[in-house]
């Protein structure tokens, strides 16, 4: 009884430790106006026939706020890495001076950096809907023990411990929420 009681919290925790990263990973992608390496991480370059990443043909470097380098390690691939940077869709526009691709970050205007907070908050409110699940699941798991024969108090304290895990990784989201959207306001 005791394994199937410390399994189904390690469940909820990890399962909200899985949550808190999604959430940071979808983070990352939403930029807030300054250059940053993470925002190429989606781009997918047609190498020799295969789709491979960016960071595995060029180093990615940040000039200044506002402006990031990929350098290739092979120049005859420059066309193909400014070609996955376009088919990727990130909204940078690839200028290839024949050493390497240069990519100026635009600056975000007032209505863009509104609807970026709106995608935050989405972002963090799917985070939260996926920790209240793995609550509900661990709560479902106690009242399955409980018909197994787990006493009722140490269920209610079980259940108490739960939420403190809840509650901890949807302030986590909050706090990543609002980190992420004070980078996108200012300017």
């Known amino acids: 009884m005791e394994e199937e009681i410390q399994k189904l919290l390690n469940d909820a925790q990890a399962g909200n430790d899985k949550s808190i990263s999604h959430l940071m990973a979808e983070l990352e992608k939403i930029r807030a106006g300054k250059a940053s390496p ?3 991480d989606s781009v997918m370059v047609e190498y020799y026939g295969a789709m491979t990443p960016i960071h595995q043909l060029a180093n990615i470097n940040i000039m200044d706020a506002r402006t990031i380098t990929v350098q ?3 120049r005859g691939i420059l066309d193909a890495i400014a070609t996955g940077i376009i088919n990727a869709n990130i909204g940078l526009n690839p200028q290839n001076n024949g050493e390497m691709i240069i990519l100026n970050v635009p600056a975000l205007t007032e209505e863009r950096r509104k609807d970026l907070v709106k995608k935050v908050k989405a972002e963090a409110e ?4 996926s920790i209240r699940n793995n609550r509900k699941d661990a709560n479902d798991g106690l009242k399955k023990l409980k018909g197994d024969g787990l ?3 140490r269920v209610k304290d079980l259940e108490s411990k739960i939420q403190t895990f809840t509650d901890a990784a ?3 989201c909050d706090e990543l929420a609002a980190k992420k959207e004070t980078d996108i306001m200012i300017i």
């Open 38 to 40: 993470s925002m190429l």
């Open 72 to 74: 290739a390690w092979e």
């Open 126 to 129: 799917h985070a939260k809907v």
């Open 151 to 153: 006493p009722e108090d």
């Open 170 to 172: 949807v302030k986590k």
